[in-house]
């Protein structure tokens, strides 16, 4: 009984070796997070032509043809079109059009548009469709392949045969699919940003200071520097020169013929740093003339290392500057390196009656002649066919001067 009672008294006058001396911490307060829960469709659309619609007629009630299969929202589709209709309750009255699930997949939501096309022009579609509109029941769910959505009454088969919906014996429909998907967002807690790749810095910093090179080229009496590997994975023809079984024996220095040294500069340049060197700055002169002159040598020197896209930007630089000086020996570079979208240019430039005969008095034009002789007769059709359009557009605005319309008849004018 005393040992109790000590025991209770000494526990409770004794203070507790965990008691803090300092005044409780208010609690701290709740924190809040956000998150934003989206759902939004994945569309896609596919054009069916029903081409030989009259062969179709007759197939049978439930028979059908489709579309290929199409991928929207990571499942499969197809069209079904059922030219004597779905149902036989129908007797072949109707048209039926429906869209199908044609992957596997269960309880794929989703919203359909079927348009049957107005092919008069008018624009007069036939359509169905879930999009832009209050769905009561929500999004169609098709709970297996093969489920379909459409209707077995689409449109009457003698309506349709006489309608504008059907030309050339054919029909032309459309179907949209917007698949439904759900996400949730969350507001990002971090914010590291990521700097640019500057690989074509590092490449080009080996170029300039030659650190590691070990192959050189001697251009019109120049020597560069170059590490075979950066040629290489940039250039087939370097890859092929430098490592295929014909490769060069002399790789201490290779010897480039047909070449000026500033153009070869360039070519090195842009398979290091990924970008077109300064034309001017190459050329030592500001002037369009000189920039073009170095664009044309650049063009034949990536055409001659399959370097395609810096042929592409010589060809956009080309169009871009084309001149009445430079403009002959632009053709026949466009013509001899299969630049057919500076070829056009060109032809289109030289064709106008404004330019043609200045363009004719140009050493260029002298080049062009003796070196692409077929060029001349397309020149020629070029020149026909604007000189045609010319002489059309001069009829008819005789016509309008004379107050008759295009069919000779006189026109009382509008007050």
Known sequence: MVADGVCRGGFSARPSLFASSSPAQPPAPPTETASTSVTDTVDGSHHLKVSGYSLLKG?????????DTFSVGGYDWAIYFYPDGKSTEDAATYVSLFIALASEGADVRALFELTLLDQSGRERHKVHSHFGRRLESG????????????????????????????KDDCLLVNCTV??????????????????????????????????GADVSFEVDGEIFSAHKLVLAARSPVFMAQLFGPMKDRNMHCIKVEDMEAPVFKALLYYIYWDTVPDMEELAGLNTKYASTLVAQHLLAAADRYALDRLKLQCEVKLCEDVAINTVATTLALAEQHHCFQLKSV?????????????VMQTEGFDYLKLSCPSVLSELLEYVARIQENSVISSVYADDALDGSDTNGRRVKPRI
């Open 178 to 211: 917007g698949v439904v998907r759900s996400h949730t967002e969350a507001p990002r807690t971090y914010n590291i940003p990521v700097p640019p790749s500057d690989i074509a810095h590092h490449f080009g910093r080996l170029l300039e200071t030659g650190e």
């Open 139 to 166: 999004p169609y769910t098709l709970k297996y392949r093969g489920s379909m959505w459409g209707y077995k009454r689409f449109f009457k088969r003698t309506a349709l045969e006489t309608s504008d919906y059907l």
């Open 346 to 358: 060109c032809l289109k430039f030289v064709a106008l009656p404004a330019n043609l005969r200045a």
């Open 59 to 67: 197939m049978g009630i439930g028979k059908y043809t489709t579309s």
